[in-house]
């Protein structure tokens, strides 16, 4: 079975003018995008951090873990 592929106006865009790079800014654009994907990864993992930062306060500000909050 054969799985149809469709892809938006800048999607489509994006791969013509990719297909007119030569072979070494073709690998540019791939490492521009690994650092894209990387830094948004990043970005979404240091939101979930602060987010679960208040839901874990109740949790770790208590008198019994006061000890470790000087290391």
């Keep these: 079975m054969t799985e149809v592929v469709t892809f938006t106006k800048a999607e489509r865009m994006l791969i ?3 297909r007119k ?3 070494e800014k073709v690998v540019e654009v791939i490492d521009f995008v690994d650092f ?3 830094r948004e990864r990043e970005t979404t993992e240091t939101a ?3 987010l679960s930062e208040a839901a874990f306060a109740k949790v770790w500000n208590n008198p019994e873990d006061s000890a ?3 290391l």
């Design 48 to 50: 979930a951090a602060k």
């Design 21 to 23: 790079l030569s072979p």
């Design 16 to 18: 013509e003018n990719i």
């Design 36 to 38: 894209l994907s990387q």
């Design 68 to 70: 470790y909050d000087c």
